[in-house]
């Protein structure tokens, strides 16, 4: 019982910290609107970070050019950004300058599993947005739209799905990619070999050592990968966009307030113009990555959509 | 934690379209154990040539054998299996090089992971049977090359029958990391109970039934196979003689 009690003490002191810093947030000049975070006594995430003065990120090596270390070892991408801003966010709101923010290593694998059992808090990379895995997370506003198509060589003959018939076609093992190349193989008969590379790096090897002819894989990773080949002129990406990704922070599941919060970052990054501007630093300048190399993707069609009205709606 | 629990996942359809999900684990443990034994009879054939190798008198067959064991016992079989599947191919001449490549994918895939476990798990294993062989008395080789036996006869008659008794439990062990090694076979992309556990985790999003599915076979495996040597161990027990 007692402990129940101390408890409910310290939610109302840490409440009564809080309630002064929201005020004179919400005080401030306009176009500051409902403070997500600071209207309720906190829960979930939010709830976690005050009391142990530390959020945790989920980090990526070689996502280029959404989180990867760059040449000086140091964390950068596009979604690197995001969730800096939402570390900032989070500062502000909860009024804790002194935010430690710890990073942790993720692949694709563990993940998902690290953000449901709560060592992370949030990871912002190149993870799609899908209805399965919103059983065991949930996710913020997209911040990207990928679709999937083929990076082959430029003499291989190849330019349209249709064109791998009996060819081999490497894709990255438990991706959406896998699952479409997959489906799409059965229900057409095309006799496709399927080989399965464990990350975006060895996918890239199966082409370059010829043992498979395109590697399928989400656009915006394939000019990452022609943009850090030895010979980038040998390259290019064709086929139409089989069915688009929506990419997405990661988040707890159930976690309304925290997510809220990365939701409005994301918003407001969207709307005042933000996004656009590391959309350029990252996919149309030259990155610290390999001694300096352009992505060069241009905007997608499906992004200025997203820019002017911010969801966060799966497409799968 | 916040996990929605689904033990009903394995017979769930597969997002794939490719049937359902326990067929996924099941054509993976197909996959491990054709591995695994093909791999563990080449391995013992290979291992037991290698290991009297490294008894016999003549300098040259030792060191022969010696720089093998070395070589392969000493580097990561990860290394060895990536050396096998992207480097070996680029250095064999281009016919045979694109010959290679162009194979059937999976059988490719096979042949190279049975070729890189065999070779390090015969490694393994020479060492146990040299260990073995050393292990029996040098008065009883001298006692039966006394009698007339030639140098194979006193191996196969005195000292191998004797030395495979001693090291039955090393090599059970050895037998076991077989299955447990065969799971480097997923990252050149060949789906065997580890890699398929992974796809299932990733397509269903319900990663912990997976691979608490994996643990429960592959010690279901392991224990087959520890029951199996017992009785080999038991069978050819000697009364009277080594542990009886």
């Given at each position: 019982?007692?402990?129940?009690?101390?408890?409910?003490?310290?939610?109302?002191?840490?409440?009564?910290?809080?309630?002064?810093?929201?005020?004179?947030?919400?005080?401030?000049?306009?176009?500051?609107?409902?403070?997500?975070?600071?209207?309720?006594?906190l829960?979930?995430t939010l709830a976690k970070i005050r009391e142990t003065g530390t959020i945790?990120?989920?980090?990526?090596?070689?996502?280029?050019?959404?989180?990867?270390?760059?040449?000086?070892?140091?964390?950068?991408?596009?979604?690197?950004?995001?969730?800096?801003?939402?570390?900032?966010?989070v500062?502000?709101?909860l009024?804790l300058?002194?935010l430690?923010?710890?990073?942790?290593?993720?692949?694709?694998?563990?993940?998902?599993?690290?953000?449901?059992?709560?060592?992370?808090d949030?990871?912002?990379?190149?993870?799609?947005?899908?209805?399965?895995?919103?059983?065991?997370?949930?996710?913020?506003?997209?911040?990207?739209?990928?679709?999937?198509?083929?990076?082959?060589?430029?003499?291989?003959?190849?330019?349209?799905?249709?064109?791998?018939?009996?060819?081999?076609?490497?894709?990255?093992?438990?991706?959406?990619?896998?699952?479409?190349?997959?489906?799409?193989?059965?229900?057409?008969?095309?006799?496709?070999?399927?080989?399965?590379?464990?990350?975006?790096?060895?996918?890239?090897?199966?082409?370059?050592?010829?043992?498979?002819?395109?590697?399928?894989?989400?656009?915006?990773?394939?000019?990452?990968?022609?943009?850090?080949?030895?010979?980038?002129?040998?390259?290019?990406?064709?086929?139409?966009?089989?069915?688009?990704?929506?990419?997405?922070?990661?988040?707890?599941?159930?976690?309304?307030?925290f997510?809220?919060?990365?939701?409005?970052?994301?918003?407001?990054?969207?709307?005042?113009?933000?996004?656009?501007?590391?959309?350029?630093?990252?996919?149309?300048?030259?990155?610290?990555?390999?001694?300096?190399?352009?992505?060069?993707?241009?905007?997608?069609?499906?992004?200025?959509?997203?820019?002017?009205?911010?969801?966060?709606?799966?497409?799968? | 934690?916040?996990?929605?629990?689904?033990?009903?996942?394995?017979?769930?359809?597969?997002?794939?379209?490719?049937?359902?999900?326990?067929?996924?684990?099941?054509?993976?443990?197909?996959?491990?154990?054709?591995?695994?034994?093909?791999?563990?009879?080449?391995?013992?054939?290979?291992?037991?040539?290698?290991?009297?190798?490294?008894?016999?008198?003549?300098?040259?067959?030792?060191?022969?054998?010696?720089?093998?064991?070395?070589?392969?016992?000493?580097?990561?079989?990860?290394?060895?299996?990536?050396?096998?599947?992207?480097?070996?191919?680029?250095?064999?001449?281009?016919?045979?090089?694109?010959?290679?490549?162009?194979?059937?994918?999976?059988?490719?895939?096979?042949?190279?992971?049975?070729?890189?476990?065999?070779?390090?798990?015969?490694?393994?294993?020479?060492?146990?049977?040299?260990?073995?062989?050393?292990?029996?008395?040098?008065?009883?080789?001298?006692?039966?090359?006394?009698?007339?036996?030639?140098?194979?006869?006193?191996?196969?008659?005195?000292?191998?029958?004797?030395?495979?008794?001693?090291?039955?439990?090393?090599?059970?062990?050895?037998?076991?990391?077989?299955?447990?090694?065969?799971?480097?076979?997923?990252?050149?992309?060949?789906?065997?109970?580890?890699?398929?556990?992974?796809?299932?985790?990733?397509?269903?999003?319900?990663?912990?039934?997976?691979?608490?599915?994996?643990?429960?076979?592959?010690?279901?495996?392991?224990?087959?196979?520890?029951?199996?040597?017992?009785?080999?161990?038991?069978?050819?027990?000697?009364?009277?003689?080594?542990?009886?």
């Amino acid at each position: 019982m007692t402990s129940r009690i101390h408890r409910r003490a310290l939610t109302a002191a840490l409440l009564a910290c809080l309630v002064p810093g929201a005020w004179s947030q919400a005080a401030k000049p306009a176009a500051k609107p409902a403070q997500p975070a600071a209207a309720q006594p906190l829960t979930g995430t939010l709830a976690k970070i005050r009391e142990t003065g530390t959020i945790t990120l989920g980090t990526r090596s070689a996502s280029v050019p959404f989180n990867y270390l760059d040449d000086n070892n140091k964390q950068a991408g596009y979604a690197w950004e995001i969730a800096q801003h939402v570390v900032d966010r989070v500062k502000k709101d909860l009024n804790l300058p002194n935010l430690q923010v710890k990073t942790m290593e993720v692949t694709p694998q563990t993940r998902i599993p690290l953000v449901a059992n709560q060592t992370l808090d949030l990871e912002c990379s190149s993870t799609t947005h899908n209805t399965e895995r919103e059983r065991q997370v949930s996710f913020s506003n997209t911040f990207f739209v990928v679709g999937a198509r083929l990076l082959v060589r430029k003499n291989s003959g190849i330019r349209y799905w249709a064109d791998l018939v009996g060819k081999n076609i490497v894709v990255s093992g438990g991706t959406t990619a896998e699952r479409l190349i997959r489906e799409a193989n059965a229900k057409n008969g095309w006799g496709i070999n399927i080989l399965l590379a464990k990350d975006i790096n060895e996918n890239f090897l199966m082409v370059e050592t010829g043992r498979a002819q395109a590697a399928m894989q989400d656009d915006v990773i394939l000019y990452g990968n022609i943009a850090r080949a030895n010979k980038p002129y040998d390259w290019q990406v064709v086929g139409v966009p089989m069915a688009q990704e929506a990419y997405a922070c990661m988040l707890r599941k159930d976690d309304a307030q925290f997510k809220a919060l990365v939701d409005d970052v994301i918003a407001r990054m969207m709307k005042s113009g933000e996004m656009e501007k590391i959309y350029t630093k990252y996919f149309l300048s030259k990155i610290n990555v390999k001694g300096g190399v352009v992505v060069g993707m241009p905007v997608p069609e499906p992004m200025w959509e997203l820019f002017r009205n911010p969801n966060d709606k799966a497409f799968q | 934690m916040n996990y929605s629990w689904d033990w009903l996942v394995f017979f769930r359809p597969s997002v794939t379209g490719e049937g359902y999900y326990w067929q996924m684990i099941l054509r993976g443990l197909g996959w491990t154990v054709a591995l695994s034994l093909l791999s563990w009879a080449m391995a013992l054939g290979i291992g037991t040539a290698a290991g009297v190798a490294r008894t016999l008198p003549q300098r040259g067959v030792r060191w022969a054998a010696a720089a093998y064991v070395h070589c392969f016992r000493n580097t990561p079989l990860l290394v060895q299996l990536f050396i096998w599947y992207f480097v070996v191919p680029e250095l064999l001449p281009t016919r045979w090089g694109d010959a290679i490549k162009q194979m059937n994918p999976v059988w490719n895939q096979f042949l190279t992971v049975l070729v890189a476990l065999t070779l390090y798990t015969a490694a393994k294993a020479a060492e146990q049977v040299r260990a073995g062989i050393e292990s029996v008395p040098p008065s009883q080789v001298q006692a039966a090359m006394a009698l007339g036996l030639s140098r194979a006869g006193v191996y196969r008659d005195v000292v191998l029958p004797q030395a495979f008794r001693i090291v039955i439990p090393p090599l059970t062990s050895d037998f076991l990391n077989v299955f447990k090694n065969s799971a480097v076979a997923l990252t050149i992309g060949l789906m065997e109970l580890t890699g398929q556990t992974r796809q299932l985790s990733e397509f269903s999003s319900q990663p912990f039934e997976a691979f608490v599915a994996a643990t429960l076979i592959y010690m279901l495996v392991t224990y087959v196979v520890i029951a199996l040597m017992r009785w080999v161990e038991t069978r050819s027990r000697i009364p009277g003689y080594v542990g009886a």
